[in-house]
């Protein structure tokens, strides 16, 4: 036999063993409105089997932006929300509107795995407004960058939807077997996976980003599933029903307190999140089947978070998100794949804007510089020397009159969860000496914000108060609150890597 010809027999070998091409293949897959910090994981079993006990989970992981789409804006372009300009959740203040389009679509992380070669595909909730009237645009649009595009129309729902399959619709009733959107998007997945790896062989990398209805309301359960946990609640933080005088109005002044019936109003909502999340975790599991089916798993890296967290009860505030506190903006984050230790944890901090970094480095290519977050390829192969420890979250309020939501389970009770003013950004440190929130609240949703223009503060040491009962922002000595604020100013000018990853306080 030749030399050429021994050598292609030995691609052949490779290739036919399962090794697949050069570059590793990617799975993220994003769930909406998952807490970490109320313990969600808890009852997902299989994220344990398949993701904690096979990979890195990071116990510092955190949103810059507590609601769907400007996060999910920022998971997209590795950008804080003071770059992308996708403020709130509405077309108006950015969401799937022209300027997203025009601005920022085309250099989202999409974009950039089709760009290094990568088979990518979408599935699932992509931006709150997405083809919906008013956006400009139907689901005929696809975003660039995506080979294939099974994208939800406007919010998260279960069932009675439409996606657009390939720019095509796609109208789906309330059949439970043909319909129940986790479980779509599930077959979908499964599908592309086994249509990449035909034979065994995978001759091209793949980039998959699947994002879950689940647990975000209306938080349908799957039929099989509609009874778990009836025996629990909520849970009982030190925090939950109390309701504070000493922090911004919405928390001290703009939700009666809490009664039986909100009470048994949040332990339900709380039962369903639960029960849409064991969808999820069949998903994972289905997910990680047909990898290994398709010789690939262990040359994949599979990436699971949240695009935020979310609150059910803590201040008296019923299930919502959209405050600074670390209920709202702590998510789930674990990494498995080669080189990613089994079982392990890791106290650096990651944040939704170094994913799509994360994703272009692990690709073999070099993260833009435009771009604020940084890759997490340094955390997640062990080999970090110097890391941030804070990092800024941003909060533009919607509703002017504000936002009051008529629970459809208790018409009768009014919960009140946003307004413009309800606009604040956060400096959140997480060092060795120093595990604090220092907030700046702001009198309406003006963009960009002026730090001067604040007119509330609050500081919570999270040493002394984890769960951030108690406003001691008058017990802050001049010089600490001056280094708070200072540095909070630069997070909030900040655009780019060299500007946004400030040295770490200490170094």
Not at 15 to 30: D, M, S, Y
Not at 354 to 379: C, H, N, Q, W, Y
Request: charged content about 20%.
């Amino acid at each position: 036999m030749g030399l050429l010809s021994a050598f292609a027999a030995l691609l052949l070998l490779g290739i036919a063993a399962g090794q697949g091409p050069e570059k590793p293949n990617i799975v993220f897959l994003l769930t909406d409105d998952q807490d970490v910090k109320l313990n969600s994981m808890h009852v997902q079993p299989k994220l344990k089997k398949y993701m904690l006990d096979e990979g890195l989970f990071f116990e510092n992981a955190f949103v810059t932006h507590p609601v769907c789409c400007p996060s999910r804006s920022s998971t997209l372009t590795g950008k804080y929300t003071h770059n992308h300009h996708t403020y709130e959740n509405n077309v108006e203040h950015g969401c799937n509107a022209q300027s997203w389009r025009d601005g920022n679509e085309a250099k989202t992380m999409g974009a950039y795995m089709h760009n290094a070669g990568y088979n990518t595909g979408f599935f699932g909730k992509y931006l709150n407004n997405y083809a919906l009237k008013g956006s400009g645009m139907n689901v005929s649009h696809v975003p660039e960058g995506w080979d294939t595009w099974f994208a939800l129309q406007g919010n998260s729902r279960f069932y009675d939807y439409t996606v657009s399959n390939n720019g095509v619709a796609e109208h789906h009733g309330s059949n439970y077997s043909e319909d129940y959107f986790t479980d779509v998007i599930k077959r979908q997945a499964v599908s592309f996976i086994k249509n990449a790896t035909t034979g065994g062989v995978c001759t091209q990398p793949f980039f998959m980003y699947i994002a879950t209805p689940a647990p975000h309301r209306p938080a349908t359960p799957a039929p099989q599933y509609a009874d778990h946990f009836s025996n629990e609640t909520a849970p009982r933080t030190p925090s939950y029903g109390f309701k504070p005088d000493d922090k911004h109005w919405i928390i001290s002044k703009g939700t009666p307190q809490m009664d039986n019936t909100t009470i048994k109003t949040v332990d339900e909502l709380c039962l369903d999140r639960w029960r849409t999340l064991l969808s999820v975790d069949d998903l994972l599991e289905d997910v990680v089947m047909a990898l290994t089916a398709g010789n690939v798993i262990n040359t994949t890296y599979i990436v699971y978070n949240s695009d935020h967290g979310y609150h059910l009860g803590q201040f008296n505030q019923q299930g919502e998100k959209r405050q600074p506190y670390d209920e709202d903006i702590r998510v789930p984050l674990i990494v498995r794949g080669p080189g990613v230790a089994k079982g392990a944890t890791t106290e650096h901090i990651g944040l939704n804007i170094d994913l799509s970094p994360t994703f272009i480095e692990l690709a073999g290519g070099k993260v833009p510089a435009d771009m604020d977050g940084r890759s997490l390829k340094p955390v997640i192969h062990n080999k970090v020397e110097t890391w941030r420890n804070d990092f800024l979250v941003e909060y533009w309020g919607e509703g002017n009159p504000c936002m009051g939501t008529l629970d459809p389970k208790a018409p009768e009770q009014v919960f009140l969860h946003d307004c413009h003013n309800n606009t604040f950004v956060n400096l959140r440190t997480m060092s060795t000496d120093d595990d604090s929130s220092f907030i700046l609240v702001f009198p309406d949703d003006s963009a960009p914000m002026n730090a001067d223009h604040a007119n509330d503060e609050e500081y919570y040491d999270l040493t002394k108060d984890h769960w951030q009962m108690r406003n001691t922002v008058s017990n802050l000595i001049d010089t600490q609150r001056a280094a708070y604020y200072n540095r909070l100013k630069k997070y909030m000018a900040c655009s780019g890597q060299e500007a946004c990853n400030l040295p770490p306080i200490g170094h």
